[in-house]
C-alpha cells in the first residue's frame, strides 16, 4: 500500500494523443517486440496503464507535455518550465492501472527526478532519487518530503538516464 497515488496520463487526453500527439504529430502505431519495433520497446514504461510493454501489444511512442496538459486544466501559466518528451501508450484503448501493486516502474537501484511544481507551474525544486529496495517506503518518504513545502502543487518522476516522465503525483 502506498501513500501517494501516482497518475497515469488521463483517459481523456489519450484520446488526444492517439489522434495528434503534443508535437503534432499523428499517431503511428506499431506492434511491440517484432520487426516492426523501431524502439525495441518490449519492458519499457507505458504511461497509460502504468506497466511494461508486453510483446505482441500494439503500441505507439507519443510525445506529451504533462505540465502543459496539467496547466491548461488548472489556469496556471508554466511558461519556459513547459516541456514535451517521448511516452509510450497503447496504440487503443486501455483499461488503464490495475491498483494496487504499489509504484510503477519501481527497480532497486534505478535513478529518478523528483521535480516538484507550484500552482503556477513553476519548479520549486526537485531532488534526485535512488529507489531502494524498499521501493514503496523509500517514494512515500521522498513524496512526503516534496509535498512538506506547502506551495508544492504536483510532482513529476522521471528517469534519470532518459529523462522520460514516468507519472505524476498531486497534493493529496
Known amino acids: 500500500m502506498t501513500n501517494y497515488q ?3 496520463i488521463p483517459a481523456g487526453t489519450l484520446k488526444e494523443l492517439r489522434d495528434v500527439d503534443d508535437a503534432g504529430r499523428p499517431l503511428r502505431p506499431y506492434t511491440a517486440g517484432d520487426d516492426s519495433d523501431p524502439n525495441d520497446s518490449v519492458g519499457s514504461p ?3 496503464c502504468l506497466r511494461p510493454v508486453e510483446p505482441g501489444e500494439r503500441i505507439a ?3 506529451y507535455a504533462p505540465l502543459r496538459r496539467w496547466a491548461a486544466g488548472t489556469g ?3 511558461g519556459a518550465y513547459d516541456e514535451a518528451g517521448p511516452v509510450f501508450v497503447h496504440a487503443g484503448e486501455c483499461p488503464g492501472p490495475r491498483g494496487g501493486e504499489g509504484y510503477p516502474f519501481a527497480r532497486a537501484g ?3 527526478t ?5 500552482a503556477r507551474g ?3 525544486g526537485g531532488r534526485l532519487f535512488e529507489i531502494p529496495d524498499d521501493a514503496d517506503g523509500g517514494f512515500d518518504t521522498a513524496l512526503a ?3 512538506a513545502l506547502p506551495e508544492v502543487a504536483l510532482v513529476h518522476v522521471r528517469a534519470v538516464e532518459y529523462g522520460c516522465f514516468h507519472f505524476e503525483v498531486r497534493r493529496p
Do not use: K
Not at 114 to 118: F, M, Q, S, V
Open 6 to 8: 501516482a497518475l497515469p
Open 46 to 48: 507505458l504511461r497509460c
Open 61 to 63: 511512442l507519443v510525445s
Open 76 to 78: 496556471a501559466d508554466p
Open 110 to 112: 534505478a535513478l529518478r
Open 114 to 118: 523528483l521535480r516538484r511544481y507550484d
Open 122 to 124: 513553476h519548479i520549486v
Open 145 to 147: 518530503e516534496a509535498f
